[in-house]
């Protein structure tokens, strides 16, 4: 594989601002309940936010189906750049192959990373008072909140698809195909299906190119969530690696 290289080229996020896979992390907790609840395969939409956040930057390419990284480019985000570290020490693979390989190890730094800058507060404890364990609970539930509104708003309108900023069309996108229930509901899914079709194209606004490569990562994070799916009713589990 080729890739494009960068003398440590810098991509630093807006100030105040989260990365799209800890926005989205976010989005599927539930404040009422303190928890995660309704997202199974959270980790392959953490994935795909880190992904299409990191395309958005240019810092990913699709280079003939395979996705290439700009060499020793970092962005500052762990949950970014340890995806970034991923893709460069790896075999080459297509958007779906990175949907799914070590997935859980992106939820885990999403998670980390929360709790080291407040919007989580963790807790060790012992199962069964043997087992070593760690709990979360959300410190900072007014956030979250406007989080849900907002995204909520970008998915129903009325705010026009072209107004809206890539990076938030691209985070409702992988909720919504994520089946992010606790934002984002099955019916809501079918019902603002064209908006989401929309939502797939502006995501990709920052390059000509991008368009096609959301609509790509957008199908493999489905691919993957089916999948998961059919796993566990047939009672395999669902992967991620």
């Known amino acids: ?4 290289k960068a003398a440590k080229k810098e991509a630093p996020m807006p100030f105040g601002s989260l990365s799209l896979p800890t926005r989205i992390f976010l989005l599927a907790w539930d404040p009422g309940r303190n928890r995660i609840a309704g997202a199974p395969d959270l ?7 880190a992904l299409a956040e990191l395309a958005q930057r240019g810092l990913l390419s699709d280079v003939g189906g395979i996705v290439t990284p700009v060499l020793d480019a970092r962005t500052g985000d762990p949950a970014l750049d340890s995806v970034l570290e991923l893709v460069e020490e790896s075999r080459p693979r297509k958007w779906n192959g990175w949907i799914t390989h070590k997935s859980r190890h992106s939820l885990d730094t999403v998670r980390e990373q929360l709790a080291s800058e407040g919007y989580l507060r963790m807790e060790r404890t012992r199962i069964l008072g043997i087992f070593p364990s760690r709990r979360y609970e959300l410190e900072r539930a007014g956030y979250v909140e406007v989080l849900h509104a907002e995204a909520l708003a970008v998915l ?30 099955g019916k809501e899914r079918r019902q603002y299906k064209e908006r989401l079709d929309a939502l797939t194209d502006r995501s990709g606004a920052p390059a000509p190119d991008l368009p096609e490569v959301m609509r790509g990562l957008r199908k493999a994070l489905a691919s993957a969530v089916t999948y998961a799916e059919a796993a566990r009713s047939g009672g395999g589990g669902g992967g991620g690696g």
């Open 1 to 4: 594989m080729t890739a494009k």
């Open 43 to 49: 980790h392959y939409a953490v994935r795909a936010c």
């Open 156 to 185: 129903r309108g009325p705010v026009p698809v072209s107004e809206v900023p890539p990076g938030d069309a691209a985070l409702v996108v992988c909720a919504a195909t994520g089946k992010l229930r606790a934002v984002i509901s």
